[in-house]
C-alpha cells in the first residue's frame, strides 16, 4: 500500500499543484461514480455484471482468475468510496482518475439506440459505479 497521498517522502503536507490535482480528481471521480456503493455491491454479485468485461486473464487479488477488469474495479471503487478523504493514497487517486477517464470515454461514445436497459454498454458502465440511466 502507498502512502496517503497529502504526505510526501519527507512527512509534509504536499504542493498545493498536488492537492489541487487531488481536488480535481475527487470532484470528477464523484461526477462520474453515480451509484452509491450498496447499489454497486449489489450490482457486482449480479450474473449481468460478471457478463460483460475485458478479462486480461491476469489473476487479480482477492479473486478468481478470468475477473473483467471492470468488475475488479468496481470493487475498487467500493474500497475508495469507503475511505475517508484524508485516508487516500496515490494508488487511490490514480484508480479514481482511471475511473474518470473510462466513463468519459464511454459516455462519449454513446450506447446502443434502443434496448439501453439491457445492453453490455450499460452493464459495462455500471461495472465502473456508473448507471446512465441515473442521468
Do not use: C
Not at 496515490?90 to 439501453?116: C, S
Request: charged share 35%; no cysteine.
Amino acid at each position: 500500500m502507498t502512502k496517503p497521498a497529502h504526505d510526501d517522502e519527507t512527512g509534509h503536507q504536499g504542493t498545493r499543484r498536488e492537492e489541487a490535482r487531488h481536488e480535481e480528481t475527487w470532484a470528477a471521480f464523484r461526477e462520474a461514480v453515480n451509484m452509491s456503493p450498496g447499489d454497486l455491491e449489489h450490482w457486482l454479485g449480479t450474473e449481468e455484471s460478471r457478463s460483460v468485461g475485458w478479462s486480461d486473464g491476469a489473476r487479480k487479488e482477492g479473486a478468481g482468475g478470468g475477473e473483467s477488469v471492470g468488475h475488479h474495479q468496481g470493487r475498487r471503487i467500493v474500497e475508495i468510496k469507503h475511505t475517508k478523504k484524508a485516508d487516500l493514497t496515490d494508488d487511490d487517486y490514480a484508480d479514481m482518475r482511471k475511473v474518470v477517464a473510462y466513463v468519459k470515454r464511454h459516455l462519449t461514445q454513446g450506447g446502443p439506440k434502443e434496448d439501453v436497459k439491457t445492453s453490455r454498454w450499460r452493464y459495462s458502465l455500471m461495472n465502473w459505479g456508473h448507471d446512465p440511466l441515473k442521468d
